[in-house]
């Protein structure tokens, strides 16, 4: 068995399509498709985009035959497994609406997991749901007693009989799946995405983003139920009819050098990843590795789903420079579910542009001032390049009105990648989308003429005094002690005793030994208090502690209810201690 090869056949077609269903039929007449890789790195499925075509059309008839209404939404517990394409492609032919549903289950949160997964499918009203074997028991779970056609996995649905109709694919203003936002959990916000709408996005990505040719390559261990990884790697490679190859996100986090060894030795040109997983991959590498390593195609190494640090990443390049990769291909993006994928590129072949501005000026002021120079109070932020064509942004004040050049403010877009709404939630829809079209991002940013910059989530901005902290800002600061684990921080204030807001650190740290912890507390706070000027509550927790988003991202909203709830507890359990030693007395 050999991996898919280049497109040696097909003239590359970005644009021309009514929906998927047409977009998978052009490149089903090439040689290209998916490839999927074990936890060792062995070529374990490979999947061509023809293979593709008539799975999907077979298992599409099968849902027909089930009693699928046009339009019924579909849950697939998306594992990095070509059972999820099988469905998501089944799902176009059928008119049918799939919904990716997250396949992560962190240690000790088996509940939490069926919990987040049975409300999903409850938002969105589904009528079938389908997982990998590895996941059929928390489906199991999830699925009683919500009213479904079938819950079942590959297998089952194998064995369904086939109806003999004529396919009515999804048309261009029908939904073309529905997109998870990576922080649904108690409150699940599905984003209805059309199929002009994906396909539009699709091509800006192909043609002015990435500059697909038929030379490149995917490889990919992003997850399937977050965008990145559903139109990043299974849909932007498809509408450029180019192969690609996956390792599961598991098997990353556990050996993330694999990654970097099916880079090698396929000759990889487009990959991605937050900031977090080139970090990884710098602490796990040998001498060894590096030397085996040709990374010299790897053209675009594009970084975003969060605020991006540069530090980590230029440590990467170092390491890997003798490997051939070039830092240059460091691509910056932003973007978001509710916009499909991506909303700007940075340019191609000019690796990362770090703005390096006034932090003291800009808490006081929100002017984003460029530095002179002075390292104790200055703030770095990546520059995210131009918007994609489509794209028009604004940056405006809490009043609504425009801000000028460097000035932080609300990052709202407007374009035809945005989507139509969340599903089945007018609420939600319209506290974020305005009447004429225009997205409240929920991000906080500012233009450097036609470029963006993100600064921090709106709802994470901390306001100590009048002054606005980015709460990224004193995570860095932070990592940079020994013995904090680099993305194992989370800021966020909490309102105190005297009702004035109180900044608060949690440090994830394997230190034990009481002397090295207040040794991290003390330094930690006399970084941040060099800096910022402020004091900071330090909270040290054990490694792999702080809650993460479906998608892999800290979720500081939830790192804040933990803490809190915790300071709770320990508050009673005080209480009951000295109500306990008066009894006594």
Not at 245 to 263: E, H, I, Q, V
Request: charged share 25%; glycine share 10%.
């Amino acid at each position: 068995m050999s991996p898919t090869q280049k497109n040696h056949k097909l003239p590359v077609k970005v644009t021309g399509y009514k929906n998927l269903v047409e977009v998978l039929e052009y490149a089903a007449q090439g040689e290209t498709g998916y490839n999927f890789y074990d936890g060792r790195g062995h070529l374990s499925t490979v999947l061509s985009y023809s293979e593709l075509r008539d799975d999907a059309m077979v298992l599409a008839q099968r849902l027909i035959r089930l009693g699928c209404e046009r339009g019924a939404r579909v849950g697939i517990i998306a594992e990095t497994d070509p059972m999820f394409h099988r469905f998501f492609f089944a799902c176009q032919y059928a008119g049918l609406i799939p919904v990716a549903l997250p396949a992560g289950i962190q240690l000790g949160a088996h509940g939490a997991y069926v919990g987040q997964v049975r409300r999903m499918l409850k938002s969105c009203g589904a009528s079938v749901v389908v997982a990998p074997a590895t996941h059929s028991k928390f489906m199991e779970e999830a699925v009683q007693g919500l009213d479904l056609l079938m819950a079942g996995t590959q297998g089952d649905f194998d064995a369904l009989p086939v109806a003999d109709v004529e396919f009515e694919p999804l048309g261009e203003d029908e939904p073309a799946y529905l997109q998870y936002t990576s922080g649904s959990t108690s409150f699940p916000r599905g984003v209805e995405i059309t199929q002009k709408t994906v396909l539009n996005n699709l091509m800006e990505i192909a043609r002015y983003g990435l500059k697909l040719t038929a030379a490149d390559r995917f490889v990919s261990w992003l997850p399937f139920y977050h965008d990145m990884g559903l139109v990043g790697f299974i849909l932007v490679p498809l509408i450029g009819q180019l192969s690609v190859d996956y390792l599961g996100s598991r098997t990353f986090a556990m050996r993330p050098r694999l990654w970097l060894k099916l880079l090698s030795d396929n000759g990889g040109t487009i990959s991605s990843a937050p900031t977090f997983g080139y970090a990884l991959c710098a602490r796990r590498l040998r001498p060894s590795d590096v030397e085996s390593y040709d990374l010299s195609k790897w053209r675009a190494a594009c970084v975003g789903a969060e605020r991006i640090n540069p530090e980590p990443l230029q440590e990467f390049a170092d390491i890997l420079r003798a490997s051939g990769f070039d830092e240059k291909a460091f691509v910056a993006c932003y973007g978001m579910a509710e916009c499909v994928l991506a909303t700007s590129f940075a340019p191609l072949d000019r690796g990362l542009a770090v703005d390096v501005v006034d932090r003291v000026l800009m808490a006081e002021t929100g002017e984003a001032r460029p530095s002179n120079g002075n390292t104790v109070s200055t703030s770095e932020y990546v520059d995210c390049g131009k918007l994609l064509p489509g794209f028009e942004f604004l940056i405006l004040d809490d009043n609504g009105v425009e801000l000028e050049n460097r000035h932080c403010g609300n990052i709202y877009l407007k374009g035809p990648s945005v989507m139509r709404g969340y599903y089945r939630d007018d609420k939600a829809t319209s506290a974020v989308l305005t009447d004429d079209g225009w997205l409240n991002t929920g991000d906080i940013g500012y233009r450097i003429d036609n470029h963006l910059v993100i600064t921090s989530r709106s709802k994470d901005v901390i306001i100590i005094k009048g002054r606005n902290i980015w709460p990224y800002d004193l995570e860095v600061l932070a990592q940079r002690t020994g013995g904090v684990k680099l993305g194992g921080v989370a800021a966020f204030s909490v309102t105190g005793s005297s009702l004035e807001e109180q900044a608060v650190l949690v440090v994830e740290t394997r230190e034990k030994d009481p002397a090295s912890r207040q040794h991290i507390i003390e330094e930690v706070s006399r970084s941040i208090h060099a800096h910022f000027g402020i004091n900071v509550l330090i909270d040290l927790t054990p490694r792999g502690t702080l809650p993460r988003t479906s998608s892999g991202k800290l979720s500081r909203s939830q790192s804040k209810q933990d803490y809190l709830a915790r300071k709770t507890l320990e508050g009673v359990e005080r209480s009951a201690a000295k109500a306990g030693e008066k009894q006594s007395a």
